[in-house]
Nanobody
Framework: QMQLVQSGGGLVQAGGSLTLSCAAA????????MRWYRQAPGKQREVVAS???????NVEDSVRGRFFISRDDAKNTIYLQMNNLKPEDTAVYYC???????????WGQGTQVTVSS
């Protein structure tokens, strides 16, 4: 069964950094693409960054230059490096993997990131 397990997150002061990890129980190459989402209180879940099997990366404008997505296929893990964090980055962060065939969406358990001002 496809499974994604997240780690990282927590409480940090504005301007600080955190790294989130998302490990696949199995080969991360089963997913294409993989994404990080976040959901702030009272708001819809939004995509933050994505990375394909071929290592093509995209980061949303709201976090570009501060957040970086990467992958380590040997460790079956993707990462979200978050720098210069702002209070508005406070949210529950989720990793997501898309299994192309048959089509399947797999989600991590979510991890809280809180940025204090």
């Amino acid at each position: 069964q496809m499974q994604l397990v997240q780690s990282g997150g927590g409480l940090v002061q504005a301007g600080g950094s955190l790294t989130l990890s998302c490990a696949a129980a199995g080969s991360i190459l089963s997913f294409n693409p993989m994404r990080w989402y976040r959901q702030a209180p009272g708001k819809q879940r939004e995509v933050v960054a994505s990375i394909t099997r071929g290592n093509f990366r995209n980061v949303e404008d709201s976090v570009r230059g501060r957040f970086f997505i990467s992958r380590d296929d040997a460790k079956n893990t993707i990462y979200l490096q978050m720098n210069n964090l702002k209070p508005e980055d406070t949210a529950v962060y989720y990793c997501n993997g898309v299994v192309p065939k048959p089509p399947q969406d797999v989600w991590g358990q979510g991890t809280q990131v809180t940025v204090s001002s």
